[in-house]
């Protein structure tokens, strides 16, 4: 006994509406693992960034008071600080991104490929 087709029941426009799969493409891993590096690149340049205004600070200190700024002292305000600096902008790329995703995608599904210009 054989089973009937969907095309008996459908037409076949309908039916192959039912069957089509969403076609939207998705990231590859390794488009995923370089939006993390960047991350992480952003974290650590951020980092060394801190530490290097934190040794300016303690120059110009220096060269003003004639006395250097404690170095246990400054050492951790500087990695904190450039860590929140580098992980403030990673996380303002995050969100720019995921912006610029949702404007394509709004984009696509108007009809005639999007605005006019009018």
Same mark, same amino acid.
Do not use: C, W
């Given at each position: ?8 029941? @459908? ?7 039912? @069957? ?32 290097? @205004? ?65």
């Amino acid at each position: 006994m054989s089973l009937p087709s969907i095309f008996d029941y @459908l037409p076949q426009d309908q039916a192959l509406r039912l @069957l089509r799969r969403d076609t939207e493409k998705t990231a590859s891993v390794g488009k995923g693992v370089r939006t993390v590096l960047k991350g992480l690149t952003g974290f650590g340049v951020g980092t060394a960034a801190g530490y290097g @205004l934190a040794e300016l600070g303690d120059k110009v200190f220096q060269a003003s008071t004639g006395e250097r700024l404690p170095k246990h002292l400054l050492v951790p305000a500087a990695g904190l600080v450039g860590a929140g600096l580098g992980l403030a902008y990673s996380m303002y790329k995050s969100k720019e991104l995921e912006e610029l995703q949702d404007a394509l995608k709004a984009r696509k599904h108007k009809p005639n490929g999007g605005d006019s210009g009018k």
